[in-house]
């Protein structure tokens, strides 16, 4: 009888990223290397870094020997699910938003019309102020 493999998404491994419960995605399966921590050649900080994404690379990367890939089953708890991400799509636009530059460029300055008054206001007050001390 075979036995069967649990399926964990790459959201959920993610969680498990502290000292106490850290779990590392390598080569679509999932390991729990909370135990390991200590004992790892690299430091803990190592495969902490390695949480929350598929950590393939890195671990490619370093190199590792054949004895480690061999240590790395007594710490696989699962593989990751295969299933593609659903990804919610997002309303960009509204129905009520300007679509052209001249639209867009009236419609802020409706709403900011008091920063041109108070700039116009503060250069007329100067420049009587210069005026009269001449």
């Not at 390991?31 to 994404?53: F, I, M, N, Q, R």
């Not at 590792?64 to 699962?78: F, N, P, T, V």
């Given at each position: 009888?075979?036995?069967?493999?649990?399926?964990?998404?790459?959201?959920?491994a993610s969680?498990?990223?502290?000292?106490?419960?850290c779990?590392?995605?390598?080569d679509g399966?999932?390991?729990?290397?909370t135990t390991?921590l200590?004992?790892?050649?690299?430091?803990d900080?190592?495969?902490?870094?390695a949480?929350?994404?598929?950590?393939?690379?890195?671990?490619?990367?370093?190199g590792?020997?054949k004895?480690?890939?061999?240590?790395?089953?007594?710490?696989?708890?699962?593989e990751?699910?295969p299933?593609?991400?659903?990804?919610?799509e997002?309303?960009?636009?509204?129905?009520?938003q300007?679509?052209d530059?001249?639209?867009?460029?009236?419609?802020?300055?409706m709403?900011y019309?008091?920063?041109?008054?108070?700039v116009?206001?503060?250069?007329?007050?100067?420049?009587?102020?210069?005026?009269?001390?001449?």
């Amino acid at each position: 009888m075979p036995t069967l493999t649990k399926l964990y998404s790459l959201q959920e491994a993610s969680e498990h990223n502290t000292k106490e419960d850290c779990w590392v995605v390598i080569d679509g399966k999932v390991y729990d290397v909370t135990t390991y921590l200590d004992e790892h050649p690299g430091g803990d900080d190592v495969l902490l870094a390695a949480t929350g994404k598929d950590a393939t690379d890195d671990f490619e990367d370093a190199g590792h020997s054949k004895s480690a890939r061999e240590l790395m089953q007594d710490y696989c708890i699962g593989e990751l699910d295969p299933s593609p991400l659903v990804i919610p799509e997002l309303e960009i636009f509204t129905k009520n938003q300007p679509t052209d530059f001249a639209d867009k460029f009236m419609e802020v300055t409706m709403q900011y019309w008091a920063v041109p008054v108070a700039v116009v206001g503060i250069s007329v007050v100067a420049s009587l102020l210069y005026l009269r001390k001449k």
